[in-house]
């Protein structure tokens, strides 16, 4: 049995509409209609019966879930309260979404039936891609390079053995000249407009092939756009990593918004004959996996400085880039941990006044499915395969047989790296140590006393935060797909197995709840449609059997090792949705007093205002039990000292209740209140009232 084919699941035809593929343009006067018809035949009978009310009331929530959707992606109004005004403005969400792999007539200048048939042509051709726009004379201006030109007197003279400021050998330097030369001509790009063009044209037929629908938000893109234009700065795209389709997704994207072709940071493994050769026309330089080792293990300065020259020489002709902080894909559906080494270099060529100032843009992406398939082998413990040119043309193949579903990219507001840097300088802590230092020492030892960029262990920090900030931001800015909910609710909730009627339910109970917390979804329309539209895509990692009644199933995931892997990395997808939750729950059922704790917590959410909720949120999620890669998804504003000190109020109250609890004595709760500075009297109160 195949479920969610193309009869159940409706194109978008208009790019503009304010949703996705799966949400037909009639689609919300067919359901308006259907919706009066049905309000009708219940004034008429009285006698309806509650499965037709039922069906009513899901028909006008699904509607009304529909045109309630938050726009996601503005920059933070606490690191860069300057760069969340500017390139805003009220109309922005109202834009809606596009599908850009839709193009027609509409979207060129020429009308008429030939105009129809070459739509595709015609859009590539109209696009504004000039060699003027790129880099030029790059390769000697950073041979010319002061850093460079240090670099090769010191690994010239550390090869000769012989003291730098004594003189060093003309044949050492020339053959440390000849390595250098050769690590550039490995690295650079050399961007071709007309290869971009063909490529646009190329991957507008590929994605029609195997995507429903590439949305992104037409707000999002104006703010870039805007960004790009008005602003004489360089951008640099910081996006999540989730398939090698990453990098042309987000250059096809700038390219058919008429906005310049960033350079890409690739990695080494990429580097093969013919495709490498593809990947440098199309803004494409290879760097090392690991920047600073040689194969001895040392440190090399030589390359270092090249990579910094060229890095700096790119932005300072103001050219856009494309760094992808986890340095690989992810294999788990989360994020990895950042690797700040490319920022670090975009961070010190501003710091050097070599740019006046550089625009973030973190970017968040979603696949319904991967193209890559699964991720099975690696995580049972195989080794990964090497990337070979025959590899690849397979996998294209493969992908031209199958459907993979939707994508959605969403594009956060550009912010000032500059104003970000002046920020974190004004944001320090006392030098004596104090009770929050030793109560949280991981949080303190984010935040050294320092202002100046040159100490080094300021520095470090300081941009590890600004990585994770914007790993954060882009994950949090990610669309939820419906893959990821279904896969969520089999794998967690229905392990044993769910009705269809039933999966439905909590299928839209489940986007009720991320709508609430202002997370966007990567899909739109009927719930049931959309539920088998997201099972045809889970494929072998669910089984489907029937019942006795013919209109039901029964809807189970697979219990093979591959299949949950592969429900595990899209229920994953949820994860920075849901951490808030899950750290708090695992916080409290931890603690010998949970219940009283747990009715102490609920009214403390419950009954406070959404700003002091989501204070005390930040301040939990702050607790040194968590690390590794759950830090991505949590706050990472910096905790002022009053947040601290009530932080440490609340650890100190949820010590006393267990002391009294364990003591089975009848200490009031409230008498700590009387050093609590912090207006958690009434709180307190009503929770002994309890």
Known sequence: MVLGGPDNILLANNPDAGSDCLKHPCDDQVSMEKLGHTKESITVDRSSSPSVLRSVTTTWKEGLLNRKRPFVGRCCHSCTPLSQERLFNPSIPSLGLRNVI??????????????????????????????????RNVVENVLNNSRYQVAIVEVASEGAGTDAESGVDSKAVSKVRRKARGFLQDMVANISPAFIRLTGWVLLKLFNGFFWSIQIHKGQLEMVKKAASEYNVPLVFLPV???????????????????????????????????????RKLGGFFI???????????????????????????????QFMEVYLEGTRSRSGKPSPARAGMLSIVVDALCANSIPDVLIVPVGISYDRIIEGNYNSEQLGKPKKNESLWGIACGVFRMLRKNYGCVRVDFTQPFSLKEYLDTQRSRHLQASLTLEQILLPTIVADHLNSRDLSDEPWRRQVIANLAKHVLFTASKSSAIMSTHIVACLLLYRHRQGVLLSKLVEDFFNMKEEILSRDFDLGFSGNSEDVVMHALSLLGNCVNVTSTNRNTEFIIAPSNTVPALFELNFYSNGLFHVFIADAIIAAVLNSSPCAPQLCIFCIFLFVNTPDSE?????????????????YTVFMAPY?????????????RNIHSQICTAQRLHTQTSVTSYTSVNKYNLNSRLTHFNAL
């Open 288 to 318: 090392r996996r690991k920047l600073d080792e040689t194969s001895d293990g040392k440190k090399d300065v030589l390359y270092r400085s090249l990579l910094h020259a060229y890095t700096e020489e790119l932005l300072r002709q103001q």
């Open 638 to 650: 910096s905790l002022s000292r009053g947040n601290l000190l009530k932080l440490t109020s609340l």
């Open 102 to 135: 839709y193009i027609n007539e509409t979207h060129t200048r020429h009308r008429g039936w030939l105009a129809r048939r070459l739509s595709y042509v015609l859009f590539v051709l109209e696009r504004d891609v000039r060699k003027d726009m790129f880099a």
């Open 241 to 279: 990593h989730k398939s090698h389709i990453d990098y042309l997704l987000i250059t096809f994207i700038l390219f058919c918004h008429n906005i310049k072709a960033p350079h890409i940071a690739a990695g080494n493994n990429l580097n093969i004959p013919i495709l490498s050769t593809l990947i």
């Open 613 to 629: 909720n989501q204070l005390v949120r930040s301040e939990l999620h702050a607790c040194s039990y968590w690390h590794g890669p």
